[in-house]
């Protein structure tokens, strides 16, 4: 597989692997034995980046890729995260919490679980609007001078608080949601990662799902899968949207792919410092992500996407509100 830079030299797999639906968010957790096949699977294939957080689980899913890359420790990057509260019994307690001491904390834990002894990039899961970019940013120089990290990174950063961590500690890497499902950082955070010279890491390149196809209007969601609280994902909205899933595969029928090789594909020709962690819990859904790397969109193609795609009309909110006042801060 190809690789791509992303901030000051950090090389990765064009397309890596996220990790958090194994272990959290999308219905019962994967057993471990299968977690770990299915990460090495994607380490022989050519993927080396590989997307974690304490938060997935919590614990789980660092423990689950430490496990699994552990013999392959020196061609892999690991990227976790650290900004939240989580108790001793391993609950998420909603808390954003980015002081200092806790982000050494993360960073000590994290190192333990991942069985390594360095974070190769290390983000700020979400901005905590109590303590100030620069001391966040401070933290995580600090910790790349002692060799314990390499890279700082944030996530579902706003303008202001990318420029003011990158002021501090050049920022190697921005992680938001970005697919044909959400384009709002074309708006003003694409443009500001170029000027910045920040890589930029989509999570969610298949819009948690929906851009594969699986799933339809009449899709419902177990308790267990948090889409089935997001609004973007409720009947009315699911119905109305689909209209974009309707061109997405005829556009991918006439490339002979599916959709989600077309989504990814699509991301990769947005910009060369653009690399997308799609997830899965399936082998033959890695195989199939996979392939989009390999798909060549070309100019016509991608005017073609646009013509057809791009005044859709989409509704319904990404997050609930609680969830949607934490980013883009």
């Not at 030299?9 to 471990?32: K, R």
């Not at 360095?118 to 970019?133: A, C, E, G, K, T």
């Not at 910009?271 to 799609?278: D, H, L, N, Y």
Request: a negative charge.
């Amino acid at each position: 597989m190809q690789t791509r830079k992303l901030g000051d030299g950090l090389e990765v797999s064009a397309l890596g692997l996220g990790c958090m639906g194994l272990s959290f968010g999308y219905g019962a957790p994967t057993d471990n034995k299968t977690g770990v096949k299915l990460i090495r699977a994607a380490v022989d294939k050519g993927v080396t980046f590989f997307d974690t957080a304490e938060v997935y689980g919590p614990w789980a899913n660092e423990l689950m890729i430490g496990e699994a890359l552990e013999p392959v420790r020196d061609r892999v990057v690991i990227a976790t995260k650290f900004g939240f509260d989580i108790t001793g019994a391993g609950e998420r307690t909603g808390g954003l919490n980015s002081r200092p001491e806790r982000i050494r904390q993360v960073a000590e834990e994290s190192l333990k679980r991942l069985r390594t002894d360095h974070i190769d990039l290390f983000y700020q899961h979400r901005v905590d609007p109590s303590v100030p970019m620069e001391d966040v940013a401070g933290a995580v120089r600090d910790l790349i001078a002692e060799g314990k990290v390499r890279h700082f990174g944030l996530s579902e950063a706003g303008v202001e608080a990318i420029r003011r961590a990158h002021a501090v500690q050049p920022v190697a890497a921005l992680q938001s949601e970005y697919s044909l499902f959400w384009r709002e950082p074309e708006t003003d955070i694409l443009p500001l990662l170029e000027e910045l010279g920040i890589g930029f890491v989509p999570f969610s390149p298949l819009g948690k799902g929906y851009l594969t196809g699986a799933i339809t209007p009449d899709t419902t969601f177990a308790d267990d899968d948090f889409r089935a609280t997001v609004p973007r994902f409720d009947a009315q909205n699911l119905n109305a949207n689909f209209a974009l899933v309707e061109q997405l595969k005829l556009i991918a029928a006439d490339k002979g792919a599916t959709p989600a090789q077309i989504a990814l594909a699509w991301l990769l020709e947005r910009k060369p410092w653009i690399a997308p962690i799609p997830g899965t819990t399936k082998l033959h859904r890695l195989e199939e992500n996979l392939g989009g790397a390999e798909i060549e969109l070309t100019a016509a193609d991608l005017q073609a996407i646009e013509d057809r795609l791009g005044d859709i009309p989409l509704t319904g909110e990404r997050y609930t509100p609680a969830a949607q006042a934490m980013i883009n801060r």
